[in-house]
């Protein structure tokens, strides 16, 4: 894997707490150990968001969820798996993740990635990562790494090389909220 470099360093600066940039299923993302709360604390300031709004988790595959929030419904698990698209799910009942990572609610953000490297980083890490948009709350998110400003990756502890040079537009994911009744409502589109 041309990537292994990157992987290895991801691991060392989410292990000690730091923050990555790194590209992910959708578009660029600061990511961090989501069970850290100092971690997730260090992305709010970067982006200046308020930490009441909430950030996506990645897992690696669906069989993690159960740790993270309320397990999947057959249902959800059929929507996963058929998912063309990147798809984050708003599940109940969030668990053993940083307080400061979880909404108001108790909901939690969760993605399944459909990308080698990030599927490699989580499975490596084991454990959840944290993935937010690479921009200072309110501005644009960016379509790819030539677009990120010097603020955000200034404020990195570590930059992937993987994905740098490629410039095709990314987009963020489609996201539900799963709701009491095994029903779906859509977040964004």
């Known amino acids: 894997m041309s990537y292994e470099i990157d992987i290895e360093n991801c691991i060392k600066v989410l292990a000690e707490g730091g923050i990555t940039l790194y590209p992910t299923d959708t578009i660029w993302g600061l990511g961090c150990d989501a069970e850290n709360a100092g ?49 984050t799910v708003i599940y109940p009942d969030a668990k053993n993740l940083a307080g400061n ?21 989580i499975k490596r890490f084991g454990k959840a990562i944290v993935s937010t948009s690479a921009n200072v709350s309110g501005e644009s998110s960016p379509t790819n790494f030539d677009e990120i400003s010097d603020e955000i990756k200034n404020a990195a502890d570590y930059i992937v090389q993987h994905k740098r040079n490629d410039s095709t537009p990314a ?5 539900l909220l799963w709701q009491e009744d095994d029903e779906l409502k859509v977040i964004r589109d």
């Open 39 to 87: 971690a997730v604390a260090k992305i709010y300031a970067i982006k200046k968001r308020a930490e009441n709004k909430s950030m996506i988790i990645l897992l690696a595959d669906e069989k993690q969820i159960g740790r993270y929030a309320k397990a999947p419904s057959q249902k959800i698990k059929e929507l996963l798996q058929e998912a063309e698209k990147p798809l």
């Open 101 to 121: 990572v979880i909404n108001e609610d108790g909901t939690i953000a969760i993605r399944i990635v459909k990308d080698d490297f990030c599927e490699a980083l």
């Open 171 to 175: 987009k963020p994911s489609r996201i």
